[in-house]
C-alpha cells in the first residue's frame, strides 16, 4: 500500500448545508461526538470545504478538539480564496469566522484564482476523492450537499449523516 493510500485511511471530510434549521447546539453535540469517535479509529486529518454554516461548525469543532488530542488536523479546501465576495448572506461574523479558520487550519488548499462555474463542485470532488470518510448535514438530496453524498457513495466512501431529519424530496 502506497503512503498515499495509507494517509487516505486516515481522513474525513465534510459536507452539509449553509443553512442549518435545527439548534447548532444539537448539530455541534452530534458532530463532536462523531469525529471524536473517528479519532478513536485512527483518523487524523480533517478536511472542510470553509463555506459558512455546516463547513464552518465542523472546523470549529475539530479545531476545540484538537486542544485534546494535537495530533489532528483541519484542512480547508476552498474553491477559491474569499469565497465569501461571491456568494450572498455572508455576516460580518461569519467572514471573521473564514478568516480566523483559515489562519488555524493545519493547511488550506484553494483550488481556483477566483470564481467560475463549476468551481464548487470540483471543490466538493476533491475532498471525496481525496479522503475516506464523509461526514455530511444532509436534510435535502436536491442540493450541492446532496450532490456530495450522492459522489460519496459512488466512489465507495462511508457517508455518516448526522442530520436528526430528513425534508421530503
Avoid at 90 to 103: M, N, P
Avoid at 105 to 110: F, P, Q, Y
Wanted: glycine share 6%; charged share 25%.
Amino acid at each position: 500500500m502506497s503512503k498515499t493510500e495509507e494517509l487516505r485511511k486516515k481522513t474525513a471530510c465534510f459536507t452539509g448545508h449553509r443553512e442549518i434549521y435545527e439548534p447548532l447546539s444539537n448539530v455541534e453535540r452530534r458532530l463532536t461526538k462523531t469525529v471524536e469517535a473517528l479519532i478513536q479509529k485512527g483518523y487524523r486529518y480533517f478536511g472542510a470545504g470553509g463555506a459558512r454554516g455546516f463547513d464552518a461548525l465542523a472546523s470549529e469543532v475539530v479545531l476545540n478538539l484538537k486542544a485534546s488530542h494535537p495530533q489532528i488536523h483541519l484542512i480547508l479546501v476552498l474553491p477559491f480564496d474569499e469565497q465569501h465576495t461571491h456568494e450572498r448572506n455572508w455576516t460580518r461574523a461569519e467572514i471573521e469566522q473564514y478568516r480566523r479558520l483559515k489562519e488555524r487550519a493545519s493547511k488550506v488548499v484553494t483550488l481556483a484564482a477566483e470564481y467560475h462555474f463549476g468551481v464548487y463542485y470540483r471543490r466538493n470532488r476533491h475532498l471525496v476523492d481525496n479522503f475516506s470518510v464523509c461526514v455530511a448535514y444532509m436534510t435535502r438530496a436536491n442540493s450541492g450537499t446532496g450532490y456530495t453524498v450522492n459522489y460519496a457513495k459512488a466512489k465507495g466512501l462511508e457517508v455518516v449523516n448526522i442530520a436528526s431529519f430528513q425534508a421530503p424530496i
